[in-house]
């Protein structure tokens, strides 16, 4: 059974950093784009980054210099690095995963991020 299971969310004050993690289990790790998705109260889920199987990175505009994401296949993690936060990047982070050899997508339980002084 495909399990993903983020971690590193919490309350961080304007200009600070977080590191989450999302690991994963019961899949090949090596075959899937991993993605880091953002949903604010009220707001629609969001694209923050993903990488590839190949290590291609993509970011939203508004994330770009400040996050980034990263993969280890050995240990089957996903992470996104954040810095310089600011209190418009709070919200429920979700890790993603999409396989590149077949439909199957998996998505995980989310973690909070909150940016306030």
């Known amino acids: 059974q495909v399990q993903l299971v983020e971690s590193g969310g919490g309350l961080v004050q304007p200009g600070g950093s977080l590191r989450l993690s999302c690991a994963a289990s019961?899949?090949?790790?090596?075959?899937?784009?991993m993605g880091w998705y953002r949903q604010a109260p009220g707001k629609e889920r969001e694209l923050v980054a993903r990488?590839?199987?190949?290590?291609?990175?993509d970011y939203a505009d508004s994330v770009k210099g400040r996050f980034t994401i990263s993969r280890d296949n050995v240990n089957e993690i996903v992470y996104l690095q954040m810095n310089s936060l600011k209190p418009e990047d709070t919200a429920v982070y979700f890790c993603?995963?999409?396989?590149?050899?077949?439909?199957?997508?998996?998505w995980g339980q989310g973690t909070q991020v909150t940016v306030s002084s």
């Open positions: 993603n995963a999409r396989s590149s050899i077949n439909p199957y997508e998996k």
């Open positions: 019961g899949m090949t790790f090596e075959v899937y784009t």
């Open positions: 990488i590839t199987t190949g290590g291609y990175q």
